[in-house]
């Protein structure tokens, strides 16, 4: 474990570090080579005298480099945020809608168009014939809930 105790070892450590952060973009790599810099230089001030206080230094200073570039880097290049609805039932109501099957009366069940796609829909109690528009009052289970456009 001496050759963790050596300054050479720790610059050409940092070196391939800094060096292979072209090849695997990301900002690890070089952070880690900038730690290994960093003990490089501890290493050959006399601070870092075992192989383990020079392990511990090296994942510290590497662990607090990357922290703190996310930090740095999330504060000044924020990411395009939105916060959509997320509540695909308040999306569905009041749009329009073709019957394409009866619906009712009563609790019968008929079909309609919606997004391309036949959907199984419960009227409001009344008739509601084929090929009249509806809007969508409520999701009931699988169920549109609809009512005839007046």
Known sequence: MDILLTFKT?????????????FV??????????????????VYLGLLETWVITLTSWFILASCLLFGMYFFTNRLF???????????????????????DNIGPGTHFGRVEFQGTSWTALGDGTEIPAGTKA?????DNIAL??????
């Open 25 to 42: 973009p990301g900002g690890i790599l070089l952070n880690l080579g900038i730690a290994s810099l960093i003990v490089a230089i501890g």
């Open 145 to 150: 809930v609809v009512e005839p456009i007046k």
């Open 10 to 22: 720790w610059l050409i450590l940092g070196g391939i570090l800094a060096f292979a952060e072209i």
């Open 78 to 100: 924020k990411g395009d945020e939105r916060i959509e609805n997320v509540d695909e039932e308040l999306d569905l109501y009041g749009k329009e809608v073709i019957v394409i």
């Open 135 to 139: 809007t969508i009052v409520c999701k």
